[in-house]
Every structure is written in structure tokens, then in C-alpha cells.
């Protein structure tokens, strides 16, 4: 068993790292022309329209994990961007990522890619202008978090090779931990296990597993090759999505951050919104 678990590690983590080095360089290269200044001036507006849009294409743009993100949050803040528009961005970073849209699309499917894409930027926006409406923003502490380098990216195939190493660094980790953790299940957990435990479509999977995910702190990267295996042993698949959204959605080190930014009203309603989030996007893939 533990010479099939190393074959498959080693399969998969070629086919993954062929694909991450590729995706990244070119999406590093085309980032070069994105007019960073301009979104910036965008996000700042009073146009809801084009405030969202901006704030959906800056999360896009922007690879950040859940915690990662919180700089940026404070810097939006500071600027005085518009609270429901920093909160579209707050929802919508961690879960939107064209490197790993990219390799969603490669591995699971352009459909279950482009759905995906679209649930979480819809109700990315839904909650974040929500929680405006109720009056969340009197629960935002006054505070400044420095380590926030907003810096103009130029078009050029240097920065793009560096970008690609630095991404390397960071991301492609959680790659390889979703690949060896996908390879052990593949061969040593029983798919009659999971698809008697998890492959039925038993409703109640989907919000179990939008709670679990939060603790796990497991970064899309990881989950991509992970949920594959999942899918390819029997679990149903909305559960699974609902599990990839909550857990990079949100996180117990992010949780910890807000809580120096928010009050304790809006850390829990951040919580809830993440997991409603997870579960919805789950039901929906139901009806797919």
C-alpha cells in the first residue's frame, strides 16, 4: 500500500506541478496589464455598480489566503472605502484565484470552475452589501496594520518569473500537502466507506461539512487535488464544495486577526456569512 500511496503522490504532484508553473507564470505575465490605480479609484466610488465590480476584480487579481487579506481590508479602510465594498472584497479574496480557478477548471471542469466562480462572486456581494444594510460598519475598531506593500506590477517576463518563484514558495506547499493527503485516501481509505458515509445526498453534509471546514484552515491549493480524490472515491459533490469554501473562506489564524479590526457582532456575523456562504453554494450544486 504505501508503494501505491508514493506512486500516486509522485503522479499527481507532476501533473500539478507542470500545471502550477505554467498557470502561475501566465497569470503572473498578465496581471503586468492590470491598471491597479484605476480599481483602487473604482473601489473608492460611490457607484455600488462599479464598486463591487472592482472589489470582485481586485479579489480575483489578488492571490491572498483568509488571513492575508486583512492587511489589505485595513488598508481599504483607512482609505475610506466604502464598508459594504471592502466587505465584497473581504468575502470574495480568499475564495477567488485565477491560478487555482485555473486548475479547478483542469482538474474537476470548466462547468464546476465557472459556477463556482460565479456562486461565490454573487454572494460574495450579497452578504458584503448586507451586512452594510444592517449597520455593521459601527462595529469596525479604528486601527492600523502596517506590512502592506501596494505596489505597481509591470508588464514583463522577469516579473512574472519572479512572481512564479514567489508563488512556489507559498502556495505550491499546500499543493503537495493536498496531493499526499489525496494520494492516502485514494489507496488506504475504503470508497465503500465514503460513499455509504458521504456519497449519499444527505442535505445535512452540506452545512456539517461548511463548520468543519472552518477549523481546518485548509487553503484552496490543498483542497484542489484533495477534493478530486474525494469526488473520485464517491463523496457527493456538493458537500465537498461547501467543505473548499468554508475552509479557505475563513479560518481560526484569520478569526483571530478580525478581531482585532472588528467588534465581537461583526467577527461572529463574518463567521456565519462564510459558513452561509458554503452551505448555499453547496445546495446550489445540487440543482447543477
Known sequence: MVGKILQDFISIAIELTALFIGISFLVSLLQGLIPYQKLNKYLSGRNTFIGVTAAIAFAFITPFCSCSTIPVVVNLLNKKVRFGIVMVFLFASPVLDPTIITLMATMLGVKVAIVYTLVTSILSIIIGLLLEKLGFESAVKRVTMTGFDEKE??????????????????????????????????????????????GDDKWWLVPIAAVIGIPLYIRISTMIPLSQILIAK???????????????????????????????????????????????SGFLFYLI
Not at 461547501?242 to 465581537?264: R, W
Open 153 to 198: 506590477i509591470k508588464f514583463s517576463f522577469k516579473e512574472a518569473i519572479k512572481e512564479t518563484m514567489s508563488l512556489m514558495k507559498t502556495v505550491y506547499p499546500y499543493l503537495l500537502i493536498g496531493a499526499a493527503i489525496g494520494s492516502i485516501i485514494h489507496e488506504a481509505v475504503p470508497t465503500d466507506w465514503i460513499m455509504t458515509y458521504l
Open 234 to 280: 464517491g463523496m457527493a459533490f456538493p458537500p465537498v464544495m461547501a467543505l473548499m469554501i468554508g475552509s479557505t473562506g475563513a479560518s481560526l489564524p484569520e478569526i483571530a486577526l478580525l478581531n482585532s479590526i472588528f467588534q465581537k457582532r461583526l467577527v461572529s456575523a463574518f463567521i456565519v456569512s462564510v459558513v452561509l456562504m458554503a452551505s448555499i
